[in-house]
């Protein structure tokens, strides 16, 4: 934890539910470290992956409280609503909740597995969370007013499966599972999950599926009862991209997300002439709506693709201006250039982080402290590190670090 305003920086040990909850120092050392030889010194339970504000100023972490191994209520032959349409028999992750306030934690056992965390626009200040992988299927969501005003972890989740209008009618219906022949009366159940997660102004909650080409996903869980009515898309990566990581979504609902192919890519619903009907079954049916930016840097040795060999793990909108380049300006963590990158008026600004050398950011996200104090006012915080740094200067023993950008008018103002 670290506050900017009284400049003071410390540590909170997440708890779990379970005391049988796994360790890190539990998992398989494949190879000794050249760094730490077969000391084990990751040796977490809560596995926390990343967190979210929210109004009151609390942290919400995607966090492991417990074994894996879900509790009857989630699977097969439980009376969940969400349960009778989508089992769910593991989650890997869950919730945590921090009030810095208080010091008081909260925790919330999940049938589905949790990544990202962010929370939508709607009157139930809904937290969607994305799954990682693809495994589960599922996407997931915590209906946080209900869960502030009765507690009930259980009535206020619920998640739903990937289900694409094949048969075009503008209504979910009984599917065909991935594994069957495409039934034109019958919808159809992707096997994709969200890795970055965002929900959008419009009440549709859009994210990447992980994977080669992969896919920018939305759901629509508008209509009543989402987890037997919610809707999906899929839009499959065109060529020469491939490998989205982490996305995020402008104010205007377009997707951006970074490739493993070298390009920032965006993604513009608007653009698409077909959006329901047996076409979407692949995802290869709005082609137009995707532009690629190729990222600084040099392209990796027979690449005959038009990207660098930059490796950027996630994209963040600026969509206040925290920054100063303009509102809803798309930046991405530059992983291979050690820097943040910025897509402005079609051109890529890199934000280089010269020392200390290893500037490795895994998000970032603005804070306007006075909106009336020009560039001093506002700025991006990056994170820099990994779990167990030792690749940057100062090797072996680092801890993560938090890097403050800020955008002078000019090098020498102050
Ligand atoms: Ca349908």
């Given at each position: ?170 209504k979910r219906d009984e599917y065909t599972e991935p ?105 290869r049916h709005c082609s137009e709506g995707w532009t ?123």
């Amino acid at each position: 934890m670290f506050d900017p305003v009284k400049n003071v920086a410390y540590e909170v040990k997440l708890p779990v539910r379970d005391p049988k909850t796994p360790s890190e120092s539990e998992a398989p050392m494949f190879a000794a470290s050249p760094y730490f030889g077969d000391e084990k010194i990751w040796d977490a339970q809560t596995s926390p992956h990343s967190l979210y504000f929210d109004e009151k100023a609390r942290i919400w972490f995607a966090a492991r409280i417990r074994p894996a191994a879900n509790p009857d209520f989630c699977k097969a032959g439980s009376d969940h609503p969400s349960a009778k349409v989508f089992p769910l028999a593991n989650s890997g992750r869950q919730i945590t909740m921090y009030d810095p306030k208080t010091q008081q934690f909260k925790m919330i056992s999940t049938c589905f597995p949790t990544h990202h965390v962010q929370f939508g626009f709607d009157a139930n200040n809904t937290l969607w969370a994305s799954a990682g992988g693809t495994q589960s299927g599922a996407a997931g969501w915590i209906n946080m007013k209900m869960y502030e005003e009765t507690g009930d972890e259980v009535k206020s989740q619920g998640w739903t499966p990937f289900i694409l209008d094949t048969n075009g009618n503008g209504k979910r219906d009984e599917y065909t599972e991935p594994n069957q022949p495409l039934d034109p009366n019958k919808d159809r159940r992707v096997n994709v999950a969200f890795y970055g997660v965002s929900p959008a102004r419009d009440g549709t909650v859009w994210g990447s599926a992980l994977g080669f080409p992969g896919y920018a996903v939305r759901l629509d869980p508008t209509k009543p009862n989402p987890s037997e009515t919610a809707l999906a898309e899929i839009y499959e990566v065109p060529a020469p991209g491939y490998g989205p990581r982490g996305m995020d979504i402008d104010t205007q609902n377009v997707v951006w997300m970074p490739l493993s192919s070298g390009h920032m890519a965006s993604f513009d619903r608007r653009k698409c002439k077909v959006l329901n009907g047996p076409t979407i079954a692949t995802g290869r049916h709005c082609s137009e709506g995707w532009t690629l930016y190729p990222f600084p840097g040099p392209k990796l040795t027979g690449d005959a693709g038009s990207g660098s060999a930059e490796a950027s793990y996630y994209t963040w909108v600026d969509q206040h201006d925290t920054l100063g380049l303009g509102k809803d300006v798309p930046f991405a963590t530059g992983n291979q250039n050690q820097s943040i990158i910025a897509l402005k008026d079609g051109k890529m600004v890199n934000f280089v982080v010269p020392y200390p050398m290893g500037f490795f950011a895994k998000l970032v996200d603005g804070r306007i402290d006075d909106a009336n104090a020009g560039w001093k006012g506002r700025g991006m915080w990056a994170s820099s590190g990994n779990r167990t740094p030792f690749h940057g200067e100062g090797g072996k023993g680092q801890t993560p670090k938090l890097v403050k950008l800020q955008l002078r008018p000019d090098p020498l103002a102050h």
